[in-house]
C-alpha cells in the first residue's frame, strides 16, 4: 500500500463538484424576469442579485430550489478527476470524505444529484452545518477503525468557502481552497480544479 501524504480527503460539493450557480442564475433569470445580477464576488448570496434578501428562501426551500439542487451541471473538469480518484483508491489511505453545508430537502435533493452520477453509495457523505465537527468526528472515528494514530495534519480540506476553510484550519487541517470569484480574498493556497491537486502523492 503506498504510503500518502494525506490520510483523509474532505471534499465540498457546491463549487466543487456542484456547478450550484450556474443553475442558480439561469433558474433565477426565470422566476425574476425583471430583476439581475449585481454581483458575484461574495459568498453571501443576498448580495448577489436585486431581490437582495429575498434570496432566502427561494435558492434554499421552493420547487425552483429543487430544480437548481437537482440540475445544476457538473464542474466538469473536477468531477472527472475526483471520479478517478475514487477508481485509484484501494481501501487503504488517503480515504475520501464528502462533506457538505446541507439540511432538509437540500439533503434528499443533493442525495439525488449524487445518486445521478454513480457517486451515492461509493464514499461517505456528511451533511452538517458544523464542518469542523464533523470532520473532528470523521478523524477520530477512522483511528479507532483503522487503528492507527491520524492527525489533523493528516487531513485536508477541498472547498471553495472561506469560512469553511478557517473552521478547518482552526482545528489544525490542511485546506487547498478551489478557486472562484467569491473566495479571491483567500491568503492561503488555491486551485482552478481538482486536477491540479494529487491527493496519492506521497511525503
Not at 10 to 16: A, E, L, N, Q, W
Not at 67 to 83: C, D, G, K, N, Q
Not at 121 to 133: A, E, R, S
Request: charged share 30%; aromatic share 14%; hydrophobic share 40%.
Amino acid at each position: 500500500m503506498k504510503e500518502t501524504k494525506y490520510k483523509i480527503v474532505f471534499i465540498d460539493i457546491d463549487g466543487v463538484l456542484r456547478n450550484f450557480v450556474a443553475k442558480m442564475k439561469e433558474i433565477f433569470l426565470r422566476d425574476f424576469p425583471h430583476e439581475h445580477i449585481i454581483r458575484e464576488d461574495r459568498y453571501d448570496l443576498r448580495e448577489w442579485t436585486s431581490i437582495k434578501d429575498r434570496i432566502f428562501p427561494w435558492v434554499t426551500d421552493t420547487d425552483s430550489a429543487r430544480i437548481i439542487f437537482t440540475e445544476a451541471p457538473e464542474h466538469p473538469r473536477s468531477m472527472i478527476v475526483f471520479l478517478s480518484w475514487l477508481n485509484r483508491s484501494d481501501g487503504g489511505f488517503p480515504k475520501f470524505f464528502i462533506v457538505t453545508h446541507q439540511i432538509g430537502l437540500r439533503v434528499e435533493w443533493t442525495r439525488f444529484w449524487l445518486k445521478q452520477r454513480s457517486i451515492w453509495g461509493k464514499i461517505p457523505v456528511f451533511y452538517t452545518f458544523d464542518k469542523p465537527g464533523i470532520m473532528k468526528f470523521i478523524i477520530e472515528q477512522q483511528n479507532v477503525i483503522t487503528e492507527t494514530m491520524i492527525e489533523p495534519r493528516h487531513c485536508i480540506l477541498l472547498d471553495d468557502n472561506i469560512k469553511e476553510l478557517q473552521g478547518a484550519e482552526a482545528i489544525g487541517i490542511d485546506t487547498l481552497c478551489i478557486d472562484r470569484t467569491w473566495n479571491q480574498e483567500w491568503p492561503g493556497p488555491k486551485i482552478k480544479h481538482l486536477g491540479e491537486f494529487d491527493p496519492f502523492e506521497g511525503y
